[in-house]
């Protein structure tokens, strides 16, 4: 218990003023791209497709329910585990982008939701076509929740918003943290 505590304990990797601002300016021109956007797909969201699709594959050997979710899955676990190897090796920046880029998959598979019942986005598969369909629409239709589609996708998108700008609220809070105790 005393190991985890230790590690729960130790520092951050300090970030230098010039890197902190230069991470913070990234974060900030992506938040405006994300702002400006008009169809839903961000820059970096073509990344996210390989992920998604990759995920079919992966989880698919677990069965079609997995198969079918497998894709929201990895597009998540990929940041997720990327965010707890930096967190546990207390590296501010690497943690930052991890969870940055968690939250932003949530714009991305929010726009994917609210499409559930207008099925107006072009589907990508892999594999048999005629095997495929819409996720989200197979999802929620199962779940009874498909007229909710727009709402649960408002609801994920905010908290990717959220998310991302809590992200750099919090590398604000260290870089800034790290200042004052080094000029100390």
């Known amino acids: 218990m005393e190991g985890w505590k230790a590690l729960w304990e130790a520092?951050?990797?300090?970030?230098?003023?010039?890197?902190?601002?230069a991470w913070l300016a990234f974060y900030g021109l992506f938040?405006?791209?994300?702002?400006?956007?008009?169809?839903?797909?961000?820059?970096?969201?073509?990344?996210?497709?390989?992920?998604?699709e990759a995920g079919h594959l992966l989880f698919g050997w677990l069965g079609p329910t997995l198969g079918l979710w497998g894709g929201t899955l990895l597009e998540l676990l990929v940041p997720l585990a990327l965010g707890v190897y930096f967190a546990w090796h207390r590296q501010t920046t690497g943690a930052a982008f991890a969870a940055f880029f968690f939250f932003e998959n949530l714009l991305y598979i929010a726009v994917y939701l609210a499409d559930a019942r207008a099925q107006s986005l072009p589907l990508v598969t892999v594999g048999d076509p005629e095997a495929g369909g819409h996720d989200w629409l197979l999802i929620l239709s199962r779940w009874g929740l498909l007229q909710h589609d727009l709402s649960i996708a408002r609801a994920v998108r905010i908290l990717g918003w959220l998310g991302m700008v809590g992200t750099m609220a919090w590398l604000l809070r260290k870089g800034a943290g790290q200042q004052t105790v080094s000029a100390s």
């Open 31 to 52: 938040l405006l791209h994300a702002v400006a956007d008009q169809d839903g797909f961000l820059a970096i969201d073509p990344v996210n497709l390989i992920v998604h």
């Open 11 to 21: 520092e951050w990797k300090p970030v230098s003023r010039p890197a902190l601002i």
